[in-house]
């Protein structure tokens, strides 16, 4: 491997370990908030707060761990195979193991923005057909 390779892995491993350490913070944060909506909902003993505090933990620890925990982890083992790369330069199972963990990463983004782009032209479709339901009446 050339050192431009090494120099370029350098580079990237602290931005990789900034963004898993901000992901995981953010995942922890979104929790912190999924418990506290629902104990001040809970905190009415109205059963509809009730419910509605259980749909809010649910829907903050779900989407917590999908958009921050989830990335987060992956982004950690890149930073680590990178790490291990940078200790073996010329260890070419590091090596490909360090691409394989940063593929992983965007996999798992490149499905989250597919899912995202189908929700919205859904949202679109369901957001003119409710117009032109509107309209007709």
Do not use: H
């Amino acid at each position: 491997m050339t050192t431009q390779i090494i120099a370029s892995f350098q580079k990237t491993r602290p931005w990789v370990l900034f963004l898993s350490i901000l992901g995981f913070i953010s995942a922890g944060i979104m929790l912190l908030a999924g418990l506290a909506a629902p104990v001040t909902l809970v905190s009415t003993g109205k059963p509809e707060s009730i419910a509605g505090g259980v749909a809010l933990f649910v829907f903050y620890s779900v989407a917590a761990v999908l958009f921050y925990l989830i990335p987060s982890v992956l982004l950690s083992r890149y930073a680590a195979r990178i790490g291990d790369l940078l200790a073996a330069p010329n260890d070419v199972a590091s090596l490909e193991a360090a691409i394989a963990a940063q593929k992983s990463f965007w996999r798992y983004v490149g499905i989250f923005a597919l899912i995202g782009l189908c929700i919205g032209v859904l949202c679109l479709v369901v957001a003119l057909v409710a117009v032109g339901f509107a309209v007709v009446r």
